[in-house]
């Protein structure tokens, strides 16, 4: 398995120093939510961009690529009735496409359900073709990076739109894009109707990426959730990916989440 985590973790810390310690723990990978750079990824200069994946690199850790794509930022939208917003939305996935791959990344996991919450009046079926349309200017984009957008199922609780891993699947055929794949994320997963491992297997033609966390918003380990059927799972499809650690709970310390959440995952896989 390859374990990487994501740095949002490490909140205050210089971009040098979390590489650096990530690096001591074992992780190999580090993922990036752009708002942790600067508000927007345009803002984020090549120089700095090259300065970053160097310093990533020179730990012994590849920036393995962007969540949180949409987090703090306004105009956006993925599933807006407004033509216009669509478009501004796909164009900005495209400028995040591009940031990736200077910084290392061949990622993005595209989450952020404020950014595409249904309005009211607006059917699924509506918002996932006004999502089809806002994603498709990013394709070409991310055939020329050579990076993979990958749809984030969240929880009713989170979102009204891409719930399940099996929405998550319909919008990535309706796109038929070879660099559009499904993320799964444990949190996430306990939602669906399936024990965990189940949809893992069912899905293993589309997923891409993961991310390892417990209900609880914790890390994986500080929770109920047994890992073992999970990483048996991953096994038995076959991946590949990453296993990133994204935490919503930082308590008690950077520090603490990273050390423990890697021991533990190793300790399951086996």
């Known amino acids: 398995m390859k374990y990487a985590i994501c740095n949002e973790t490490f909140e205050g810390w210089e971009h040098a120093r979390v590489c650096a310690r990530v690096a001591e723990l074992g992780y190999t990978g580090l993922e990036v939510a752009p708002f942790t750079l600067a508000p927007r990824i345009t803002d984020v200069s090549a120089a700095r961009r090259s300065e970053l994946r160097k310093q990533a690199e020179s730990a012994g850790v590849q920036i393995i690529g962007l969540h949180w794509l949409l987090a703090k930022t306004e105009g956006f939208h993925l599933t807006s009735p407004d033509a216009a917003t669509r478009k501004r939305t796909g164009e900005y996935l495209a400028e995040l496409s591009h940031a ?4 290392g990344g061949d990622i993005l996991v595209l989450g952020s359900p404020f950014q595409r919450n249904l309005a009211e009046g607006i059917t699924r079926e509506q918002g996932e073709a006004f999502a089809a349309d806002a994603l498709a200017h990013c394709l070409p984009a991310l055939e020329r990076d050579r990076v993979y957008l990958c749809l984030e199922p969240l929880t009713p609780a989170e979102t009204n739109f891409m719930t399940t891993a099996a929405e998550g699947v319909a919008l990535a055929r309706k796109l038929a894009h070879p660099f559009v794949k499904l993320h ?10 399936a024990p965990t491992p189940d949809v893992i ?7 891409h990426h993961f991310h390892a ?22 096994k038995d499809v076959n991946y ?3 296993v990133s650690v994204e935490v919503f709970d930082y308590s008690p310390d950077p520090d603490t989440i990273a050390r423990d959440s890697i021991r533990y995952m190793r300790e399951c896989a086996g």
């Not at 799964?184 to 109707?193: G, P, Q």
Request: no cysteine; proline share 7%.
């Open 100 to 103: 990736a791959a200077d910084l």
């Open 213 to 234: 966390n417990d209900p609880n918003k914790r890390g994986p380990g500080f929770g109920n959730t047994d890992f073992k059927p999970i990483f048996q799972a991953l």
């Open 201 to 207: 297997r069912a899905n293993r033609e589309y997923m």
């Open 184 to 193: 799964l994320d444990v949190k996430a997963m306990a939602a669906e109707s």
């Open 240 to 242: 590949v990916g990453w």
